[in-house]
């Protein structure tokens, strides 16, 4: 009898577990989501792992333009995270991403190798066939044409599926539509900082710039959500309905395509077409690959210059562009209205990589205040290098992307004050990775996704 009754409160406990955290299930893009995440504290890090009897395993690979990365948590039955040795979570990444292998599948799935190994060597080998793994890619194969996005895909299911000793779904692999990324790096930074369960304008609001897509999400009020467009299905395109921890939140998430760091160089570059771009720097003659597609990508005789270049990427930007709404931000999309929720802005991924190659942040550190116009700064130096002279003053910066030192500069600065409204002397928080507990978590969705993975009723749950 009382195994039976501990059978029964541990179904129960998974019911509840069911009811309390945020489950984002893949979507069309413009679906509006719900979650609920209610009436349980997710609290305390377990100082170690054999301090419980149950325990679960998640491996979740970002599959990113910019690069491929893997993510492996450790979590007790609450859903507290648990060290994996004396780290909050295991963390490795390469380079270039799934993308940049447009015409070669299986070198894509190849290349996701290194990062397989790095995780099945963090996961107890007992436990692996029971540890869910799941592939989320994101703005970089949404942006590729015809099937290659999918025959990329199906090469990494395979690879997933002979080669991996992880518990392999038929929704392992997928791509995240834009908002549900954005959706899972607001609850990422949100959780991480302890900020759930208050009112929504003690939440932080979250900017992450990767190489395909850019997100916002935020929390706005219930007049501004009223307020929200609909869609032709009376949704709302824009807005999500959570409640987490016993308190409510209208989030407000939108994903730019196109408008990544990577992806907006072809967006620039397109502006000025066969002519040389203010944006590259002096001396630099050549061509820029993405997608499989090339683009002329050389400086005008005058070299590269801050204002000129400003000028092109908010042509880029299409910042007057008819919106229909009262409030914009660009490319014809609706704000969210501002408000509180924006009150504390933390800004992720390229961001944070680039004010670091710059030098006006220290690199090595978690996170940094910072201003907008500490990037504006950074970009004037930038535009007066000449390209010669690039490798010597940014030495952290890949040699591929050293004619691009001005052009992802401007673009930044001008992101966060035209495109997103920010004011240019208020403090924003670069984040790469979160405090948590004694440790640090990287600041990336993947974190909420392997909350939703390891609280559905299709996983099983390792115990350990």
Known sequence: MAETGARRRHELSTLLLLSLLLILPVSSAGENLSFNFNHRKISTIVGSSSSVSNSTYAVIFDAGSSGSRVHVFHFDQNLNLLFIGSDIEVFSQIKPGLSSYADDPQKAADSLIPLLEKAESAVPQKLQSVTPVRLGATAGLRFLEGDRSEKILEAVRVLLKSKSGFKYDADSVSILDGNQEGSYQWLTINYLLEKLGTKYSNTVGVIDLGGGSVQMAYAISDQDAANAPISS??????????????????????????????????????????????????????????????????????????????????????INQYCGYSECTFD????????VGQKNIYVASFFFDKAGQAGFIDANQPDAVVKAIDFKRAAMVACETKFVDAKSKYPNVYPSDLQFVCMDLVYEYTLLVDGFGIDSRKKITLVKQVAYHGSLAEAAWPLGNAVAVVSSPKGSTANY
């Open 233 to 318: 299905d009376g949704s709302s395109k824009f807005v999500q309905n959570l409640y987490l921890k016993g308190a409510k939140y209208n989030l407000y998430v939108h994903s730019y395509l196109r408008y990544g760091l990577q992806a907006v160089r072809v967006e620039i570059l397109k502006v000025t077409k066969e002519l040389g771009n203010p944006c590259i720097l002096a001396g630099y003659e050549g061509t820029y690959t993405y997608g499989g597609e090339e683009y002329k990508a050389s400086a005008p005789r005058s070299g590269s210059s801050f204002a000129r270049c400003r000028r092109v990427i908010l042509e880029a930007l299409k």
């Open 332 to 339: 014809g999309i609706w704000s969210g209205g501002g408000g």
